[in-house]
Nanobody
Framework: QVQLVESGGGLVQTGGSLRLSCVAS????????MGWYRQAPGNQRELVAR???????NYADSVKGRFNIARDNAKNTVYLQMNNLKPEDTAVYYC??????????????WGQGTQVTVSS
């Protein structure tokens, strides 16, 4: 079983920065994709950014140029550096990881979420 633990959320003013971290633990053979999603009240969960094991990244248009995703494969950790935060970035941010626990068992796991609140 694979677990994800997020940290780094909080309250910040408009224009401020936060750095989210997510560590994967458990039975892990390899992690193919790690990503961050967010969900604001009344909205569906949406992709913020994701990074594939080779380093390819994808970003939501709304965060391009402000957010940066990175991963440390040796530590099974993914980071999300969020700069120039806006009130519309306020949401619960969830970490997601897809990979192989064993050669015969894949996983797709979510973290418990961390609240990010940007005040105007």
């Amino acid at each position: 079983q694979v677990q994800l633990v997020e940290s780094g959320g909080g309250l910040v003013q408009t224009g401020g920065s936060l750095r989210l971290s997510c560590v994967a633990s458990g039975t892990i053979l390899s992690i193919g994709v790690m990503g961050w999603y967010r969900q604001a009240p009344g909205n569906q969960r949406e992709l913020v950014a994701r990074i594939i094991s080779g380093g390819t990244t994808n970003y939501a248009d709304s965060v391009k140029g402000r957010f940066n995703i990175a991963r440390d494969n040796a530590k099974n950790t993914v980071y999300l550096q969020m700069n120039n935060l806006k009130p519309e970035d306020t949401a619960v941010y969830y970490c997601n990881a897809e990979g192989l626990a064993t050669l015969l068992r894949a996983f797709n796991t979510w973290g418990q979420g961390t609240q990010v609140t940007v005040s105007s």
